[in-house]
Antibody, heavy 126, light 107 residues
Framework: EVQLVESGGGLVQPGRSLRLSCAAS????????MHWVRQAPGKGLEWVSG????????GYADSVKGRFTISRDNPKNSISLHMKSLRVEDTALYYC???????????????????WGQGTTVTVSS | AIQMTQSPSSLSASVGDRVTITCRAS??????LGWYQQKPGKAPKLLIY???TLQSGVPSRFSGSGSGTDFTLTISSLQPEDFATYYC?????????FGQGTTVEMK
């Protein structure tokens, strides 16, 4: 069974740091890019960060650039999100997501977030 | 960053209705767009990728179209299990961006 399990969430004061982890199983982990998506209480989805299969291509939302760092450990089938200088507005449910890929070298590749974890909650409050 | 403008933000519909949700990108994104469904308390689910390709296992009443800047998600005949919030996501370039969501409510 393909599964993503997030951990590391909790209550943290503004300005402090937190590290989220995501353990993957049931698929060939190092074949796929992975992402983090968050959802503030009662709000919509916000893409946070993504990392390619080998860590060579990384992207961040403008709202977290310079404060969050994504990384992956392929032998351990896991990714992490190190969050520093946390703000109240970072309060959200954080989802770990696998990026599915379809296509071919001749026809090109297309992507979709096909597997989602259940999320880990981060609350930033004094 | 590319902005994704989704409309409407909410709509009321009945079982059997045809429902259309649109997403407009602030610049061309070719067909690098996906549609996601989210039910309360649940993780989102991929419905469509590459603007028009139905994800495996998704009912054929869902369809997507568009390219460039204008995209549409259509539910041909709304079913009870389709009442949910729908999001578009551009994966053309970083930073990726979601639309603000469309909540489909029961009339």
């Amino acid at each position: 069974e393909v599964q993503l399990v997030e951990s590391g969430g909790g209550l943290v004061q503004p300005g402090r740091s937190l590290r989220l982890s995501c353990a993957a199983s049931g698929f060939t982990f190092d074949d796929y890019a992975m992402h983090w998506v968050r959802q503030a209480p009662g709000k919509g989805l916000e893409w946070v960060s993504g990392i390619s299969w080998n860590g060579g291509i990384i992207g961040y939302a403008d709202s977290v650039k310079g404060r969050f760092t994504i990384s992956r450990d392929n032998p351990k089938n896991s990714i992490s999100l190190h969050m520093k200088s946390l703000r109240v507005e970072d309060t959200a449910l954080y989802y770990c997501v696998k990026l599915g890929v379809w296509g071919s070298p001749s026809q090109g590749y297309h992507y979709g977030m096909d597997v989602w974890g259940q999320g880990t909650t981060v609350t930033v409050s004094s | 960053a590319i902005q994704m403008t989704q409309s409407p933000s909410s709509l009321s519909a009945s079982v059997g209705d045809r429902v259309t949700i649109t997403c407009r990108a602030s610049q061309g994104i070719r067909n690098n767009l996906g549609w996601y469904q989210q039910k309360p308390g649940k993780a989102p689910k991929l419905l469509i990728y590459a603007a028009s390709t139905l994800q495996s296992g998704v009912p054929s009443r869902f369809s997507g179209s568009g390219s460039g800047t204008d995209f549409t998600l259509t539910i041909s005949s709304l079913q009870p299990e389709d009442f949910a919030t729908y999001y578009c996501l551009q994966d053309y370039n970083y930073p990726w961006t979601f639309g603000q969501g469309t909540t489909v409510e029961m009339k």
